[in-house]
């Protein structure tokens, strides 16, 4: 580790909390309908889809008229990019000819899209047509995350309002969200993206000349606002196979910077929103506080593993003094790919700008324990605050149960409803993650794919599902992923980390909504200081470590041990 290596994770640590305050603001005032700068030129295209549309802008949703909204627009939208991928060899914009893309891939893709996922099983430059790339996978992009910030809004609904019937409207807060929030941030990401090299185009691919006189076809596309989406919208989905690793995608140290800022950018944004719209902004601060103190730890451990190398370098004579280089960008490097690792896991991107099968044995479990807790470390838009929000449920459950007293939460008391669909949604993701891995490494089928032996290929699958369960859409790599198998059962664990997470956190939200919100008393648990910022995190960690422990030490523990002992996989 060098001290550049951790000025520079400093300086990205500051540039997020700088922003989380400033956009949470802007964001508070778009979900409560206030006018902003940006209302006399969107305003009335808002006003127009809502005519178009048939919807009521004033008239507001039942949690479960606003959970079948959901559901119905995300049914809507997968099956739609199902059909144009299936159609795609007679669709415009395709200048390659791209055929049809089979029907498992199509529909794994489909439901990683709709999702907010983007596990992607394909290469995109070889794979998918300029028309599925902009009409179908981009539109996903935006609509998906719209989804998540909206989601996260009405369960913040839920303990800002007494005795309320409602939590919003999902049609409003969708088009809200796309509108003044990820449109204008994503066209400046994009114009800035294009400025430092990315390609913005409709042309087909480029032949061109190498030094050694050979031919090469260089891909082309409309990569920029793929891309910009890509990381804001924490989706991941790389317009290339090599997703931002590849110099077309992420051409230098500063978009490097300003990827990973805006993979943040939103989600910690979203906390100050909690803070402001429950009228206590330090509420929003304690919440990012553990999720900082989180990811503060996850870098450093991941940082540490990468920065060491690997000790079999010093039985062949090569100085590894530079840190595990091995899959990574010269142009990054061992802190910044460390970082961004952990940045892209913490969050639900899953964009990578170098290959975690490559890192070491620790260096690549952070990424995987991420993940494991939910992503609720910052998270993916929306979903890392509704994410974090039941885990702060179940801590202050916790702690009533340590005191003797009824838990409560900003004034709202936690029952048996709330504990139950709290855990309901907190489970679901373990059983797919471990669930799934313990089919495919048992199975000749799950196993075919693999392409290590041992802990290491264990991990290769449990990273897979790990990924797939928590939305993240990050490779291990080394996983050919791209069979029946894996195609659907990989499908099938988006779909429930996804959906049966949101639906008992929407019942959640109904249900504080419709109580009052009883005025702090003597023996209410202060839930904005660092007693209760060390509680959330330990109670993270606690029911993480009980969770995936037994399949940690299965795969990355004893691959560890195992390098250190001079074995490898």
């Known amino acids: 580790m060098t001290v550049n290596g951790w000025i520079q994770i400093l300086v990205f640590i500051a540039l997020v909390a700088a922003v989380a305050r400033p956009l949470g603001g802007f964001m508070t005032g778009v979900f409560n309908g206030d006018r902003n700068a940006l209302s006399p030129v969107l305003g009335p295209v808002e ?18 008229s606003y959970a079948v909204s959901m559901l119905l627009f995300s049914v809507a939208g997968l099956s739609l990019l199902y059909l144009m991928q299936r159609l795609q060899g007679v669709l415009p ?22 999702t907010n996922t983007n596990w992607q099983n394909y290469g995109g ?34 303990f800002a309002r007494s005795s309320a019937r409602t939590v919003g409207n999902f049609w409003v ?9 990820l449109l204008p941030l994503c066209a400046v990401c994009a114009l800035f993206l294009v400025w430092q090299g990315v ?33 804001l919208g924490t989706n991941g989905g790389g317009f290339f ?15 490097n910077l300003v990827q990973m800022l805006s993979i943040f950018a939103i989600g910690a944004a979203l906390t100050n929103l909690f803070g402001r719209m429950v009228g206590d902004e330090r509420q929003g601060w304690a919440l990012l506080a553990a999720m900082g103190l989180l990811f503060v730890i996850g870098v450093a451990v991941a940082y540490w593993a990468e920065a060491q190398g690997n000790p079999a370098f010093a039985a062949f004579g090569i100085d590894g003094s530079a840190g595990n280089m091995e899959g990574k960008e010269t142009r990054f490097g061992v802190a910044m790919s460390a970082l961004f690792a952990v940045v892209t896991t913490a969050a639900s991107c899953g964009a990578v700008n170098a290959m975690h099968d490559s890192f070491m044995p620790l260096g690549g ?15 993916g838009v929306g979903a890392g605050l509704y994410g974090m929000l039941l885990f702060a449920i179940v801590a202050l459950f916790v702690a009533g149960l340590m005191v003797g007293r009824t838990p409560e939460y900003l004034g709202k008391k936690l029952e048996a409803k709330e504990v139950k669909m709290t855990m309901l949604a907190v489970l679901c993701l373990p059983l797919m993650m471990l669930g799934g891995t313990a089919f495919a490494v048992v199975l000749d089928t799950g196993t075919a794919s693999m392409a290590n032996a041992g802990p290491h290929g264990f991990s290769e699958a449990l990273y897979a599902y790990v990924s797939a369960a928590a939305n993240n859409g990050s490779a291990f790599g080394g996983l050919t992923g791209n069979t029946l198998w894996y195609n659907l059962t990989l499908a099938a664990a988006m779909l429930v980390g996804r959906f049966l997470v949101i639906v008992p956190m929407l019942a959640i939200a109904g249900s504080l909504a419709a109580k009052t919100r009883a005025p702090a008393s003597a023996g209410t648990f202060p839930t904005h200081d660092g007693l209760f910022v060390g509680l959330l995190a330990g109670v993270i960690l606690i029911v993480g470590g009980l969770t995936f422990f037994p399949a940690l030490a299965l795969g990355p523990i004893v691959e560890h041990l195992a390098m250190n002992a001079g074995t490898l996989f």
């Open 365 to 379: 479990m952070v990424p995987m324990v991420n993940m494991m807790l939910g992503e609720i470390i910052v998270g």
């Open 47 to 64: 006003r127009g889809l809502y005519r178009i549309a048939g919807v009521d802008a004033k008239a507001e949703q039942h949690w479960v």
């Open 125 to 158: 430059e070889s794979t998918m047509s300029h028309f599925v790339q902009m009409a179908g996978l981009t539109v996903q992009n935006f609509v998906s995350a719209a989804t998540g910030i909206a989601l996260a809004v009405a369960l913040v609904r839920g």
């Open 199 to 231: 390609p913005q185009t409709l042309a087909g691919a480029v032949d061109a000349t190498t030094l050694e006189g050979a031919r090469q076809t260089i891909a082309l596309g409309p990569v920029a606002s793929q891309e910009a989406v890509k990381m």
């Open 93 to 114: 914009f395709n200048p390659q000819g791209m055929t049809a893309v089979p029907a498992d891939l199509a529909f794994n893709t489909a439901a990683s899209f709709a």
């Open 173 to 181: 807060d969708l088009t809200r969200a796309t509108l003044y929030v």
């Open 241 to 255: 196979n090599a997703n931002s690793a590849h110099p077309f995608e992420n051409p230098n140290a500063v978009t």
